[in-house]
């Protein structure tokens, strides 16, 4: 990919394109869902037991919220809830579903790489494929250290390393075969995409983690459940693909 690119526009304007496309409108499904769901394949987080048990009381920052319907869901659960996201599109739907439903919770047009919010303000920071996926993690995981409170936990969600080795270059869902070197993964643009992501590869998240002092404590790789089906919309996996390897993965740290 071009050296010199604008990641963080580039990621904007993708939004920006995306949210016109899909996120507006299957922003208010995804608002009115009772339960908590990781990932395409919609797995419940009873399920998974990646979060808290309770986040009743909790102050919650997600780093790329986008139209906040993760958020939302941990604050009609009793957390204080802040987003962050900088794409103003994807703020404008979740304000709208915020005066739609009346769950409001602050909102901050931002990066991962350059969060304007307090040292040590969180006890929970999450990212479900939003920093984590769409931000440096060289600059977002720092930022993210630094908004936590000791003993504070970051939860994030990404694509897991194998899909992102398998996957095709441009259209198309992940085989069964490698299509690119796993030593030095880090950004790439897929074919024909206007934004840029970040995907490292296992010993790279726990080095940097570590170096920030977040120490693993748990990495959740994700199976469908039974009757899975395909995903209608983020297609770049089958339920066959992942029921064999995982698909995505949650990582766990710990703000020592
Ligand atoms: C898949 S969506 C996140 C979905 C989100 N969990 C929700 O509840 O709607 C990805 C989001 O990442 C955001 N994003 C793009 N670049 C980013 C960056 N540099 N830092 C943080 N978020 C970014 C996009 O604006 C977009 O809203």
Redesign the pocket.
């Known amino acids: 990919m071009q050296e010199d690119i604008d990641t963080?526009a580039a990621?904007?304007a993708d939004?920006t394109q995306a949210n016109a496309e899909h996120?507006d409108a299957s922003a208010e499904k995804a608002w009115a869902h009772p339960g908590i769901l990781w990932g395409v394949f919609a797995i419940p987080e009873e399920q998974v037991g990646a979060l808290p048990e309770s986040v009743d009381g909790l102050d919650v920052v997600e780093?790329?919220?986008?139209?906040?319907?993760?958020?939302s869901w941990l604050q009609r659960r009793g957390a204080r809830v802040t987003g962050v996201?900088?794409?103003p599109a994807?703020l404008a739907t979740a304000r709208r579903m915020m005066a739609k439903t009346g769950i409001e919770f602050p909102l901050v047009e931002a990066?991962?790489?350059a969060v304007p919010l307090p040292d040590a303000a969180y006890d929970l920071a999450v990212s479900?494929?939003?920093?984590s996926l769409?931000?440096d993690p060289y600059r977002?995981i720092p930022e993210a250290a630094r908004l936590l409170r000791a003993g504070g936990l970051l939860v994030f969600l990404v694509n897991s390393t194998l899909v992102y080795l398998c996957a095709p270059d441009g259209e198309g869902v992940v085989g069964q075969e490698l299509q690119r070197e796993q030593f030095g993964m880090y950004r790439i643009q897929w074919d024909g995409a206007i934004g840029v992501e970040y995907h490292l590869a296992h010993g790279d998240w726990i080095e940097l983690l570590h170096e920030n002092g977040l120490e693993v404590e748990a990495l959740h790789e994700l199976r469908p459940q039974p009757g899975a089906v395909d995903p209608a919309y983020y297609d770049f996996v089958t339920v066959e693909w992942a029921e064999k390897w995982p698909a995505e993965e949650i990582w766990v740290a710990r703000r020592a």
């Open positions: 963080i990621n904007i939004w996120t780093l790329g919220c986008g139209t906040a319907y993760f958020g996201d900088p794409t994807q990066p991962g790489e479900e494929y939003g920093a769409w931000a977002w």
